[in-house]
């Protein structure tokens, strides 16, 4: 097994052990899980704001296409249903006036 993937086990099965209270008390635990993950946001904190601002602003840019996709397919969908209903109309019209014409010829 390569040592990603055992790292990411121990990281599973650690936790799985955890609750609550195991995780409020994590910054002062020692362990090899804890280690890792300490040293890890240690890093993160040296990446600096930048790459922080750069990873917000592309989640912004993402949410912001959502949101026109979104409307998008409601606008797309209202058309749709109103072409639908558009369509059906002549089609009661011609029902109704087959239903009319069907019983003036029945009580002929």
Do not use: H
């Not at 922080?52 to 409307?71: G, I, M, T």
């Not at 011609?94 to 010829?105: D, M, P, R, S």
């Amino acid at each position: 097994m390569t040592n990603y993937r055992i790292d990411a086990q121990r990281l599973e099965e650690w936790a799985r052990a955890q609750n609550s209270s195991s995780l409020v008390e994590f910054s002062s635990k020692e362990g090899e899980v804890e280690g890792g993950l300490k040293g890890y946001c240690r890093k993160s904190r040296r990446k600096g704001k930048r790459s922080v601002d750069r990873d917000l602003d592309v989640y912004r840019n993402l949410l912001s296409k959502l949101v026109q996709a979104k409307e998008l397919l409601k606008e797309y969908v209202d058309r749709e249903k109103k072409k639908r209903e558009e369509r059906a109309e002549p089609q009661k019209a011609n029902e109704a006036i087959t239903t009319c014409l069907g019983q003036q010829l029945s009580g002929l």
